[in-house]
């Protein structure tokens, strides 16, 4: 028997090798039987121990026929060893030896596994110069190796040319280009694909799955697939159902998530763990964490295997839904029942944990992570550090990013930690070391302005808004934290200066800089100049929000002018936008300014329609109007109500009415309320007022000692 014959007839391929070996040993060995085992190597995806014989080959001397080299190539692909296939092209052409249609075809399909859509054009490109015709099978692979790496305007470049070539495409050629613009996210034209295919008779399953695929953005199109499939005798299996579930999954569509997941039994089909991964998903997109724990447990119910990607999407879904103990729970009880969570799973529930400023449960996930031999990445540090900045715990997230060589994540989370606890300076020093480092972006600027606004160092915000001004990086967000900066200074000049460098910058205003504008003025007694901006923005129909229209009201309380303030309200009630008590209080000091005690009354009383609940102080703010007009039955009235409400009146109540009572000659009324009522010092007086004149000597001395009890009580405190 020839050694070549021997070797084929192994059938093993480590077998062949110690043929080879040993025959070589004696000397015996020719280029044919090198080919024999290199086949055999190929053949079980052996590249290395082929390309290792290759070699050997090669160094006594002898030459290689081009059907093994392209075999040595294709195994090497296969595993998707992708660069040794090009190094193997690459000396094999270097040789001189003019590659075939089949070599590149080889090269081409490693370059796809590989995902090097690159190299697989490049290959194509080369092998049109060497004249050599493409033929489909190349066409296709390079087709697939563009969609593989997203590249779908590529892969239809491609499609659209085989005409070009003289190359008539098949349903390979189409599925391949729609699957190249499910991975681009390009669901309308692979649609188009779709339907071109149909018309030609030759679309199948495949390229239905594909197709639903592409649909991640767009369910009612995934849906409407599902049904085509049907007229068109087609049988959706469980990837098409898993598809659409994923179209359903990627909008938050758990309604439909779900039905398809019911319905897979009547299609007698079995769902997976990715069918559950999908509806889970879903459920937690659409803040329906209860279902998604429903589904874990229908699963587990079924026996079906529950893998670390389910696990992954529920504790994601509880984590959407605030539950950040479940989320925690549920990592340690799948990490009990030895389901192996992975670093995705650890911070996926470390994230939970930071939504809900749980700092101290998201540092205790590090240890068990730890545990597992996992080591912690930079998504880890980053919602960590978020994690202790929400809670306050500033020092702490500076110790989590020493020696941590974060990116513009890492520094953002930082220093709106150190924003949100008002140490501007160490916001500073990290904006220096971001800007030293990854570089700036708009977060990281922003929340640096916003901390140097937090620690009251208005001229710091608005250099760093210069800064980031030259470095095109300032956003709507730094502009507003720069204006609310200047707010809290009562720097009301500065925040119209901030103002129209936004509108300089085509930047439009908001909430919360219309908040800022109209606060500063209100704050420095520009009501005027608050009211003008104000009404400016309502022309411009900027969005305005609660906090926007109170301040509004607030600078015309400030102004006395209650004519204006009711304006602003009606305004906010014709945009549908819920107001709050405070609000209602603005509105009623702003009646009290010109004693305008039914309009202030008539002010509570809607805003109780409104739902919106009196506080006390709405209350002290309506009987104060009554005070200025004379009202005190009115006021007496308003406490009993407050009472009736279970408000607890304040010092301030008995204030306004023992005043009220006073101004009517109602001295009964008065010592009646700082008997009953908690009274400071102001109340007291009034009494004693009340009670010298009424010639109430005995409750004059009472009072007066109280009020002395209560002055030395105020001192000591």
């Known amino acids: ?38 086949t055999a190597c190929a053949k079980k995806q052996k590249w290395t121990w082929a390309l290792h014989l290759l070699a050997k080959c090669l160094s ?28 193997l092209f690459g000396h094999f052409f270097g040789r001189a030896i003019r590659p075939s249609i089949i070599a590149y075809s080889a090269v081409v399909s490693a370059c796809e596994k590989g995902e090097q859509w690159q190299l697989a054009m490049g290959f194509l490109q080369q092998l049109e110069r060497a004249t ?20 779908w305007q590529s892969a239809l470049a491609l499609l659209w040319g085989l005409n070009a070539r003289q190359v008539q495409g098949d349903a390979i050629s189409f599925n391949a280009a729609i699957s190249a613009c499910e991975k681009g996210g390009a669901w309308a034209h692979a649609l188009l694909l779709l339907a071109s295919l149909l018309r030609q008779g030759r679309g199948d399953r495949i390229s239905f799955n594909a197709a639903i695929s592409a649909c991640k953005g767009n369910w009612p199109a995934a849906m409407l697939l599902l049904q085509q499939m049907q007229q068109h005798q087609l049988v959706p299996d469980l990837i098409s159902i898993n598809a659409a579930m994923s179209a359903c999954e990627g909008q938050g569509f758990w309604e ?26 879903s459920c937690g997109k659409g803040g329906r964490w209860q279902l998604a724990l429903e589904v874990v447990s229908g699963c587990r119910s079924q026996s079906l295997r529950v893998d670390v990607v389910l696990c992954n999407s529920v504790i994601s879904a509880c984590g959407k839904g605030d539950q950040w103990e479940l989320a925690a729970g549920l990592l340690f009880e799948f990490r009990n029942a030895g389901l192996g969570p992975n670093l995705i799973s650890y911070n996926t529930a470390i994230s939970a944990c930071e939504a809900a400023a749980q700092w101290s449960m998201a540092l205790a996930l590090v240890d068990p992570l730890h545990t597992e031999a996992l080591q912690p990445d930079l998504t880890t540090f980053n919602a960590l550090i978020s994690a202790c900045g929400k809670g306050q715990q500033w020092q702490l997230a500076l110790g989590l990013l020493d020696g941590v060589r974060g990116d513009e994540v890492t520094y953002g989370a930082a220093v709106d930690a150190m924003a949100r606890a008002a140490q501007w300076e160490a916001a500073l020093s990290l904006l220096r070391a971001s800007a030293a480092g990854p570089g700036l972006n708009e977060v990281i600027c922003a929340a640096g302005i916003g901390a140097c606004g937090a620690g009251g160092r208005w001229p710091e915000a608005l250099c760093l808004l210069a800064e980031a001004r030259r470095s095109s990086v300032a956003n709507l967000v730094a502009y507003n934290a720069a204006a609310s900066a200047c707010e809290k200074a009562a720097r009301w000049e500065l925040v119209l200066l901030v103002f129209s460098e936004m ?20 704050r420095s007694r520009q009501w005027q100049i608050a009211l003008l901006f104000f009404t400016a923005m309502c022309e411009k129909q900027a969005s305005l929000d609660t906090i926007s229209y109170g301040s509004a009201i607030k600078a015309c309380e400030t102004g006395k002018a209650w004519e204006e303030a009711f304006w602003i309200f009606s305004c906010m009630l014709k945009k549908g936008i819920v107001p709050d008590d405070l609000i209602c209080n603005s509105l009623a000091s702003a009646c ?34 009554c005070e200025r007009s004379g009202r005190w039955q009115v006021a007496l009235v308003l406490l009993e109500e407050l009472q009736q409400q279970q408000l607890e009146p304040s010092p301030v109540t008995c204030s306004v009415l023992t005043r009220t009572c006073h101004a009517s000659s109602q001295w009964r009324k008065v010592l009646a309320l700082v008997q009953i009522l908690p009274a400071d010092v102001s109340a ?21 000692e109280r009020a002395a009890c209560h002055g030395r009580a105020h001192l000591e405190a």
């Open 1 to 38: 028997m020839l050694l070549a014959e021997e070797i084929t007839d192994s059938g093993h391929w480590a077998k062949a090798v110690a043929v080879l070996l040993q025959a070589e040993s004696k000397g015996l060995v020719k280029e044919r039987d090198y080919a024999a085992a290199i």
């Open 60 to 87: 006594t001397g002898k030459r290689m026929r081009e059907a093994t080299w392209n075999k040595v190539i294709s195994s090497a692909g296969r595993t998707r060893a992708w660069q040794a296939a090009v190094s």
């Open 132 to 151: 050599l015709q493409a033929d489909l099978i190349i066409l296709n692979t390079a087709i697939s190796a563009c969609g593989s790496c997203g590249r």
């Open 256 to 281: 439909g998530a779900l039905s398809l997941l019911g319905s897979l039994p009547g299609r007698t089909l079995t769902p997976n763990a990715i069918s559950c991964a999908a509806a889970v998903s």
């Open 503 to 522: 509108e300089n910058a085509r930047m439009s205003a908001d909430a919360v800089t219309c908040s800022a504008v109209t606060s500063a003025c209100e």
């Open 592 to 625: 009290y300014m010109t004693g305008q005690w039914q309009a202030a009354l008539s002010v509570m009383r809607m805003f109780q329609d409104l739902s919106v609940p009196a506080s006390t102080i709405t209350y002290n703010a309506v009987m104060s109007t």
């Open 684 to 704: 007291l007086g009034t009494a004693a007022a009340a009670a010298e004149e009424a010639l109430q000597h005995r409750a004059l001395l009472e009072l007066l």
